[in-house]
């Protein structure tokens, strides 16, 4: 049986010798990381199929880089980072209490807005410049698919363990330890109400969206009768002392202690927190669990429309293995339809990933600076998109219909020249790195600029007639070109603008 | 109808021998024709979705159901001598004293045990199943306003249908190829390109950036609107328009102030969609202080201002307030309420009949509750929007626009 898993995962890696090398470069790194950096696409072509292959294999193991040592010093001054729960609110204590208290400021690191900043910086500085860039693109899928909301009362003090100590540390291990971790969080069963749940005095909320979004799916074949007895289950799972402590705690007083049934289920009720755990162990074996992550996994790396089969392909996987990520990874990566021709550049950017992709390819610094972040702030606020700030316990959605409309191509156009016009204080775009090969030399068609930005920067993505437009809209303005036989230096074309509506393109909105 | 056919018939005259006695009547019937069309064209629809689901109960409570006491909602019910009433019956929340002032003027009419009858108790099901008009049908290829839209006479000549001002563009008006969305008024404009011209007179730097993203949005938004860039200009009119009178704080308020702006622009636009979020009170949504009084007092003192704001323009406008599904009739263990069924709306307008509550009552009896918990639907949304559309769009075929559907009853909440 697995032999033959083997062989078909061999033979369909051999549709990929279709697709030319560089092509194949590009997509996986728009597809798998938050989009490439100047050159690596190159570097990754040369190399071949085994160099693509590799690629993929160390991103799983997250062999990191050069780079991940300079992350962990910029952020080291962010000291909320590596807080518990009981040290946030120490040290972080809401703005109110600082006033009624008469709370002396140099006592306390901030006010819980603080915890927010350091969280969105440390998210961005990992996701633009980690090597372990596979990492942080699934640390946002699952924090997503486990969607906890920063402003929910106590989320704000124990949202930064959660991503820390329930979310990352279970990307490449096994769903089930994931799911039982948030479950075991104090931030999810804020968020979801559970802390209120007793016997006789249940709350529906974690329960239900245990099974519609967490495991299941809406459509995996429960019913409102489950719900209720789940939370039956889950009743006593809370938070201890949530304004001190403020960690996970199974309260024993509060369980419901008499019978319960759940699918196909039966609790004694004598077992106190061992239900909920073999409840949690069930749902994250089910079939219809598989499904709706394979599903969703599909949505986000291959298509937002993934065929029955290729989601068959990789919940059967997930299924066989019991939920071990590596291998549903891999059964993602190895998917014949990732590798179609038509599906290249098929997915839309959201305004994270349009950012973070912005930002490496012009190979932009991202700096750990948590102050004067409202540019960033507001851009994702326009987006749709505020990190840490879903609302809903969905989470963000990936597909092109929630990010595609007027108002947000106006907001990634504004937003594309704030970055080159240096107007954004975390993010520095060196353009003097960007043009040091043609520094010296002189143009007499700004098109020829665009074009080498086009081929050196952008991968040559940007289509000619896109291209051409440009030319054509910034040499309306800038009549540079009266004179065709002038050769002028390139600092007399407006770059800043070029690179701008590059950024803006239709084509660097795909990936 | 009769009308418009013996108008008709009065045009097969024209070729009559009757020349100059059907030349005039035809110029004085055609104008006729065009108040008509002009006086059913600039109708407003606005919808606002409470997401998150409201409990309806606490919106408008059925102070005279002597069910709806204290056993049932310890922590959540509120005396009825601190609450606004509109009738021996039923009374609205305190905090909603901005909806009780557009009450007292008889430009409010509130509807309850409202909503869908998809058994969903998932938020965002529900919410898919009314925007699509398709209760438990997934799938739908566009919105229930979008088909709407497609039912419409004469909106060929509009630059937009649609409009969601909120991030994303709703899914109500999906698929309408005149939509457009934006979260912020002012924000809705190209930073350091100057203004795009409205003319293509073609050497402006404006006018290349328009035809640039008009391509540019066409690739990326398959189907959606084609000219949304060179609408910027439309909207620069309305980021002119001031409003004078005050807004609360807020998301909400600040997308109903964005709304007040374009229709006081001029632009024209017969949906428009927005949203205000934070009713999932599943835990301390407290009684005439707390969580969910909070969120109401915006909710009703935003349409308030919005009315006050739009002034004799108010005549051409109906509002619309909505939710995926109600909450739970008993208060949970956590001072909250959970996943629900019928709720509450409100429908805002200067042609309505005044001080009317569409409710057909079922008292809060265990027997009368849906599946023994949950306020029971006895009106189907889409029977409040098939009033709405019908009484001011003309739409008269609903077949398309909600398949598989026919209304119970004609609510007639409009002077006729």
Known sequence: ?511 | MKRRDFLKQAGLLGVLPYLNWSETFLSHSALAETLKKAKAANKTLIVVFQRGAVDGLSMLSPIGDKNYNTDIRPSLYINPQQMLKLDSYFALHPSLGGLKNLWDKGMLTALHQVGSPSTSRSHFDSQDYFEMGTPDVKNTENGFLTRAVNEMKNTGDLKLTSLSVQTNLARMISGDRKSLAFNDLNRFSIKGFGPVPSNNTGTSPGNGFESFFETALDEVMKGQNKNSISLLQEFGEAQKVKIENEFPKGGFSNHLKDIARVIKSGLYIPFIVTEVGGWDSHRDQGNEKGQLANRLKEFGDSINAFVEALGPKMQDVTLVTVTEFGRTVKENGSKGTDHGHGSCYFVVGQNLKPKSIHADWKELKNENLYEGRDLPVNTDFREVFADVLETNFAIKDFSKIFPGYTAKKKLKMFKT
């Open chain 1, 1 to 511: 049986m697995n032999l033959l898993i083997s062989f078909a995962i061999i033979f369909s890696f051999q549709n990929v010798f279709a697709m030319d090398l560089k092509t194949k470069a590009l997509h996986v790194l728009n597809r798998f990381s938050y989009g490439p950096k100047p050159g690596e696409v190159d570097k990754l072509a040369q190399g071949g199929d085994p160099a693509i292959q590799k690629w993929f294999e160390d991103q799983l193991k997250q062999v990191g880089g050069s780079h991940e040592a300079d992350i962990k010093a910029e952020l080291k001054p962010l000291a909320s980072l590596t807080y518990t729960n009981e040290q946030m609110n120490k040290m972080f204590p809401k703005e109110k209490d600082v006033e009624m208290k008469g709370l002396d400021r140099d006592t306390i690191d901030g006010t819980p807005k603080d915890i927010l900043k350091e969280l969105v910086i440390q998210k961005l500085v990992r996701a633009t410049q980690s090597d372990n860039q596979l990492e942080e693109v699934l640390l946002d899928f699952w924090f997503n698919h486990f969607n906890v909301y920063f402003d929910k009362g106590q989320v704000r003090h124990t949202i930064t363990s959660y991503e820390r100590d329930a979310i990352r540390p279970h990307i490449f291990g096994n769903f089930k330890d994931m799911l039982m971790a948030s479950a075991k969080s104090a931030a999810m069963m804020i968020y979801l109400d559970n802390t209120g749940s007793k016997v006789d005095k249940i709350n529906e909320n974690y329960a239900r969206e245990l099974f519609e979004l967490h495991t299941l799916g809406v459509d995996g074949g429960y019913t409102q009768k489950d719900i209720q007895e789940s939370a039956r289950v889950l009743t006593g799972w809370g938070v201890e002392k949530p304004k001190e402590i403020a960690e996970f705690k199974f309260f024993k007083k509060q369980h419901d202690n008499k019978p319960k049934h759940v699918l196909n289920l039966f609790f004694k009720g004598t077992q106190g927190m061992g239900e909920g755990e073999q409840l949690i162990q069930y749902l994250s074996e089910h079939k219809s669990t598989a499904h709706f992550i394979a599903k969703k996994l599909a949505v986000k790396f291959i298509s937002d429309e993934p065929s029955e089969k290729t989601v068959d392909d990789i919940a059967k996987v997930f299924w066989e293995t019991k939920g071990d990520l590596k291998s549903t990874y891999r059964a993602v990566f190895r998917s014949e339809e990732l590798w179609k021709d038509s599906n290249v550049g098929a997915k839309i950017k959201t305004p994270l990933e349009f950012l973070t992709s912005s930002v490496r390819v012009t190979e932009s610094e991202f700096l750990a600076q948590p102050e004067r972040i409202n540019q960033l702030k507001s851009f994702f606020a326009q987006s749709g998109q505020e990190l840490y700030r879903c609302v809903p316990p969905t989470g963000f959605k990936a597909t092109a219909d929630y990010w595609v409309n007027p108002g947000a191509m106006v907001n990634r156009i504004n937003f594309a020249l704030s970055m080159v016009r240096d107007q954004i204080p975390q993010i520095e775009l060196d353009k003097e790195k960007l043009i040091s090969p043609i520094k010296n030399n002189k143009y007499k068609n700004q098109i020829d600029i665009l074009n080498y930005f086009n081929q050196n920067i952008f991968n040559s993505v940007i289509k000619k007639e896109t291209l051409t437009k440009i030319n054509d809209l910034l040499n309306d303005s800038q009549n540079y070109q009266e004179d065709g036989s002038r050769e002028l230096p390139l600092h007399y074309y407006p770059l800043d603008k070029m690179l701008a509506l590059m950024l803006s393109t239709p084509e660097f909105q795909r990936r």
